[in-house]
């Protein structure tokens, strides 16, 4: 998931998008994360055990590919200690004009 996050993530060259994954959901169950943000959009990526991919042009972003929390300007530098693994394209959402207290996505 990647949520717009100035406050966290702006200046000193840490982009102003905080990017973090990967989680685990069994075909047919649900998750619930703690995805903070008070901007209408966020993105996301997701793949599944057979193949299947669900992502977009946003990015792309270097991804660690053990679980990770950074700032995209972090994942992007050459010089992250959390040298990426994969680069990948996010997909967009656009919560609306009022921020939706709980988002659910169905892939």
Same mark, same amino acid.
């Given at each position: 998931?990647?949520?717009?996050?100035?406050?966290?993530?702006?200046?000193?060259?840490?982009?102003?998008?905080?990017?973090?994954?990967?989680?685990?959901?069994?075909?047919? +169950?649900?998750? +619930?994360?703690?995805?903070?943000?008070?901007?209408?959009? #966020?993105? *996301?990526?997701?793949?599944?055990?057979?193949?299947?991919?669900?992502?977009?042009?946003?990015?792309?972003?270097?991804?660690?590919?053990?679980? *990770?929390?950074?700032?995209?300007?972090?994942?992007?530098?050459?010089?992250?200690?959390?040298?990426?693994?994969?680069? #990948?394209? *996010?997909?967009?959402?656009?919560?609306?004009?009022? +921020?939706?207290?709980?988002?659910?996505?169905?892939?």
């Amino acid at each position: 998931m990647m949520t717009y996050a100035p406050d966290i993530c702006g200046g000193s060259g840490g982009g102003d998008w905080y990017v973090q994954g990967w989680w685990q959901v069994d075909f047919g +169950k649900t998750i +619930k994360t703690t995805i903070d943000t008070d901007n209408r959009y #966020l993105a *996301f990526y997701a793949e599944a055990s057979d193949g299947r991919v669900w992502g977009g042009p946003y990015g792309p972003v270097d991804c660690p590919q053990p679980r *990770f929390q950074a700032c995209i300007g972090l994942l992007n530098n050459p010089n992250f200690s959390g040298l990426p693994d994969r680069r #990948l394209g *996010f997909r967009l959402i656009d919560g609306g004009a009022n +921020k939706p207290s709980n988002l659910y996505i169905r892939l």
